[in-house]
């Protein structure tokens, strides 16, 4: 049996207002394939505009009873869900792979740090506060109060299936919000076995709801124009982040956007080069590349280009290439074959202006969508490769010559979602830090993520953040209460 139907949180069903339908009301279904080799792993029902519509009244409809649950209530609840999660954490891993491709071992990392978005904003449920203020006149007093906004969408991509989902359900809830998600229809599997647990630690029916569909854009058009959904929260690329503010407009809608990376990994001649390699090999090439915050292009000042190259190498060459359930596996597949397009395109375009290929170069002849992982040098700022996300396992490596030219070009991008340097002088550390437009700078590191802290981008990679105590406001509206005759 396929390890994966033998767990029980593989579902072939979707929930919907508080129901697993194995159906569409259309009849219609679509499957989910292993990028490994393309193989079908599950059938879903193809859900339309019946099923969003009926999920998004049923989702109304209980909000207001999951809203006047107590603070502690809600966070019972969400703490039980990241106890499940945890214990649970194998079985999602394994689903996780196979739909996504990542290493087991990516996976199972994915899973666990991300479940402790539950658990930080199971805590935070407990901490919205309002205010009291000393009124305009002495009979007067100024209340602001808190509350939940109400009916979310959210919408998420293929490439973290399972932790893209809990740093939106986690503060949604913990604030009194009730939850339509439309996962990717490539990984919509995690979605569903998270919807599972959900349950079972006790979200109320129809808060929390999953549509399966390969109809995003009739879902993108439901939830922004319909008036009960009061808020959007989305990660994905920025031209449909883009998209859906332009839909959401006519309602106002609220929206929390997680969008596009092209994040600029520095290296100064100060830096120490052994863990701006180990830093790089991370940031670039954890998920095969395809990672919103992954190094997409290193830029290293020219006293020690060759230095450090030559330790990026030599730990590239440790990556073993293959199916991400294999034993020793730390690179697998790219999700399809528009992502190895992709990645091919913006390497013919390097290497025909110039760029080498150091290491890799080529799709590998393990699997259609597997590319192994590539270092090129002589890389210039007029290379597809420093303005686009690649998405895939490319290390592009430009040299500069001092602060200024580097954060000149490192900024000179429309996105702003991370960067990172190595340096070990304070002057230069503060400098490079603040000069730099990024919602998020790694320094000495090549790692971001937590659930502690406020994750997200400026320019066109996002709006607000995810985590930290600031990560439940896009949760809340504020009312401002003027209470008088005191
Ligand atoms: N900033 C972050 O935290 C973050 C995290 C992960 C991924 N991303 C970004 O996501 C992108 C990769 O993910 P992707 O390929 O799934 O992105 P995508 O934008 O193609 O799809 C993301 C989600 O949006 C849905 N979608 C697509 N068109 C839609 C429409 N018209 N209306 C409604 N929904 C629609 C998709 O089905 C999917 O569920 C990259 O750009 C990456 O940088 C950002
Ligand atoms: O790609 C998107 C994820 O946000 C990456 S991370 O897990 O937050 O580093």
Not at 121 to 133: L, P, V
Not at 169 to 178: D, E, F, I, K, M
Not at 346 to 353: E, M, N, S, V, Y
């Amino acid at each position: 049996m396929n390890p994966v139907s033998s767990s029980p949180l593989f579902k072939q069903a979707a929930l919907v207002a508080g129901e697993w339908l194995a159906r569409s009301a259309s009849g219609a279904t679509f499957q989910v394939c292993d990028p490994f080799d393309g193989k079908t792993i599950a059938t879903l029902p193809d859900l339309g505009l019946e099923e969003t519509s009926r999920a998004i009244d049923a989702a109304a409809r209980v909000q207001p009873e999951w809203a006047k649950r107590t603070a502690k209530e809600r966070a019972g609840v969400l703490k039980r869900w990241f106890d499940l999660v945890i214990a649970n954490a194998d079985d999602l891993a394994t689903i996780l792979t196979a739909e996504q491709g990542k290493p087991l071992g990516e996976a199972k990392s994915e899973i666990i740090s991300n479940a402790a978005y539950l658990e930080w904003f199971a805590e935070e449920a407990k901490r919205i506060e309002g205010e009291i203020i000393p009124g305009a006149h002495p009979s007067q007093r100024i209340l602001v109060l808190k509350q939940p906004i109400g009916v979310c969408a959210a919408i998420t991509p293929w490439n973290f299936p399972n932790g893209m989902i809990t740093r939106k359900v986690g503060p949604a809830l913990a604030a009194g919000c009730t939850v339509v998600l439309k996962p990717s229809e490539l990984t919509p599997l995690s979605a569903l076995a998270l919807a599972a647990l959900a349950e079972e630690a006790g979200v109320p029916k129809c808060a929390f709801s999953v549509i399966t569909t390969t109809d995003a854009k009739s879902f993108g058009l439901e939830v922004t124009k319909n008036p009960t959904v009061a808020k959007i929260t989305f990660t994905g690329s920025t031209p449909v982040g883009r998209w859906l503010m332009r839909e959401g407009a006519d309602t106002i809608k609220r929206f929390s956007l997680e969008l596009g990376g092209n994040a600029p990994f520095i290296v100064f001649d100060d830096a120490d080069l052994d863990a701006a390699s180990d830093g790089a090999l991370v940031s670039k090439f954890r998920n095969a590349g395809q990672t919103c915050v992954c190094a997409n292009r290193i830029y290293v000042q020219q006293g020690v280009v060759e230095a450090f190259t030559e330790k990026l190498l030599s730990r590239v060459s440790t990556l073993k290439l293959g199916r991400g359930t294999e034993a020793g596996v730390t690179m697998g597949p790219l999700i399809d074959g528009r992502a190895v397009a992709k990645m091919e395109a913006h390497l013919a375009d390097a290497t025909a202006k110039g760029a080498k290929i150091l290491s890799g170069g080529r799709r590998s002849s393990l699997g259609p969508t597997l590319f192994e992982p590539t270092v090129l040098s002589g890389v210039t700022q007029d290379m597809i490769v420093t303005r686009e996300e690649t998405f895939a396992p490319l290390a592009p490596i430009i040299a500069f010559r001092d602060e200024a030219d580097v954060i000149a070009m490192a900024n000179a991008s429309e996105f702003g979602l991370a960067a990172y340097f190595y340096a070990r002088d304070m002057r230069r550390i503060f400098n490079v830090a603040e000069a730099l437009q990024s919602g998020m700078v790694g320094v000495n590191n090549g790692a971001l993520a937590n659930e502690m802290a406020p994750f997200g981008g400026i320019k066109q990679s996002g709006l607000g953040r995810e985590g930290s105590h600031h990560g439940i406001e896009g949760y809340l509206e504020l009312k401002y209460v003027a209470l008088g005759g005191l």
